[in-house]
């Protein structure tokens, strides 16, 4: 499949933003990698919350008060759903981070760049959801492919967590983090460029 070079240079450049920061602007290696874990549970939280509407849809409550009953019910289910992956997922990360990278806590929330990161993340994904709503007004899971989207936020955070396990990131201490985060980046510009091979990578097929 012919990429036009511009639409290369654009996903590359986008995506690499991370990694110029940190080699030239400070930025922490350690804050990105947990921006990274908190914005793959909140993508997967507002995948999960679409599935629960596309079988509940609030429209059919009557009352306010119902409908919005039902709106938090959505964000409850996805919520359970990333907290449940949550373990399991970032287990590696946080003993890489604050066990081997020796970041304290107290110092990853004074980092205003971290929190403002945060509250982006908060902010895309309300929208995301919002979006993904009116979409399912006109179209059904499988027509946007909710499952595809679900398996390329799972598995690209997967191909990392086959990294850090690895002796790499934890012999390299406080860069450790940093490698993560080019294996992260470097997954990402993969699968935007060859979805269907980097689901096959993984032995998945197109799944709609």
Not at 144 to 170: C, E, S
Request: aromatic residues 14%; glycine residues 10%.
């Amino acid at each position: 499949m012919f990429v036009p070079p511009l639409a290369i240079v654009n996903v590359v450049v986008r995506n690499a933003v991370p990694i110029i920061g940190v080699l030239f602007f400070h930025w922490s290696a350690a804050n990105l990698l947990i921006l990274y874990f908190i914005d793959t549970l909140l993508a997967v939280g507002v995948i999960a919350a679409g599935f629960c509407y596309s079988l509940y849809p609030f429209e059919g409550d009557e009352g306010l008060a119902a409908r919005i009953n039902t709106i938090f019910g959505y964000i409850g289910g996805g919520a359970i759903i990333a907290a449940i992956l949550a373990v399991p997922l970032g287990i590696p990360i946080f003993i890489l981070v604050f066990g081997v990278g020796d970041v304290s806590p107290r110092e990853l929330v004074r980092d205003q760049g971290f929190l403002l990161g945060l509250a982006l993340q908060a902010v895309a994904s309300l929208v995301s959801f919002r979006d993904l709503v009116l979409a399912l007004h006109k179209y059904t899971p499988d027509q946007l492919g909710l499952k595809r989207r679900f398996a390329f936020v799972f598995l690209r955070w997967i191909g990392m967590l086959v990294v850090a396990f690895t002796p790499i990131p934890y012999a390299l201490g406080r860069y450790g983090a940093f490698v993560l985060v080019i294996v992260y980046v470097a997954l990402t510009i993969y699968a935007e460029f060859r979805p269907d091979r980097f689901l096959a990578a993984f032995g998945e097929t197109d799944k709609r």
